[in-house]
């Protein structure tokens, strides 16, 4: 019986950093109601909540009813204000739409805003998880400081704070980076589901798949070209739901003229509003 008690003690104090992380990063997500930490942040984009986000749903509208992608945030009416950057196509697509549904448009930011919560949550279990009950002597609850100022440094992860205020779709990057790192060794579908989801929705990570060829990841590398292919296909041959447009591949043949800037979505945007043009 005390041998159990032990055990089960031992086990809650190995997932203690893990529950104070978890808790700062709920508090993070709840703070931004009252926009506690915007007095800590330059606002260097805007100070408009959600300024980064509507033209997200604002491209997915675009994809409906047949407006070139490049200046859509400005075309369509959703939301207060948006942004003059153009969002990336596939991104549109597969998150833009969906996020256009909602009939309020600050639902669609809360509901984003709750996903990134939950991928900042996964990340957390991710780390946290495999820190260990050290010997108690000079510990805190039987972990190091180290590890309490990990946990804090994590939950309380100051860059949520404004993607949260903005409605910043940056935390799938950090969700990409997270399944990237975390997909060793036998758990490599972790990091074949990071290359995806990074190629179905912002690509900054294409250049890390050179490591993938170099080891000679053949398994990996044929996991990600199909599932990536199977993401992007329907929406390069097939109308977008019932509307008429379709990110069909006609057009492509002026892909080189069609990039006048190097930033991707930008140019994204640009071959994307050619390719929809009749």
Request: glycine share 8%.
């Amino acid at each position: 019986m005390g041998q159990s008690g032990d055990t089960t003690l031992s086990t809650r104090r190995h997932y203690l950093p893990l529950y104070w992380s978890l808790l700062l990063a709920v508090a993070l997500f709840v703070q931004n109601f009252w926009s506690l930490l915007s007095p800590l942040s330059a606002n260097s984009d805007n100070s408009l909540w959600g300024y980064d986000f509507f033209g997200l749903p604002r491209c997915g509208i675009a994809l409906l009813e047949g407006i070139p992608l490049a200046g859509s945030e400005q075309q369509v009416a959703y939301g207060p204000w948006a942004t003059d950057w153009s969002s990336h196509p596939m991104m549109c697509a597969v998150l833009g739409i969906p996020l256009s549904g909602f009939a309020d448009p600050k639902m669609s930011l809360l509901t984003a805003n709750i996903f990134y919560l939950c991928f900042h949550i996964f990340a957390l279990v991710m780390m946290m998880r495999p820190l260990r009950v050290e010997n108690p002597a000079g510990k805190i609850l039987g972990h190091s400081a180290i590890h309490w100022t990990f946990a804090t440094l994590v939950g309380l992860f100051f860059p949520y704070a404004v993607v949260y205020h903005y409605g910043q779709y940056h935390a799938i990057s950090v969700l990409v980076l997270t399944l990237l790192l975390m997909g060793n060794g036998p758990r490599w579908p972790l990091r074949v589901l990071g290359f995806v989801a990074s190629a179905l929705s912002k690509p900054l990570f294409a250049p890390a798949g050179l490591v993938l060829l170099i080891n000679r990841k053949w398994r990996e590398v044929s996991w990600i070209v199909a599932l990536s292919v199977l993401g992007t296909a329907p929406w390069l041959f097939l109308d977008a739901l019932d509307s008429s447009v379709s990110l069909a591949s006609r057009g492509f043949g002026k892909l080189a003229n069609s990039v006048p800037h190097w930033n991707q979505e930008q140019s994204l945007a640009k071959v994307f509003e050619t390719t929809l043009q009749v």
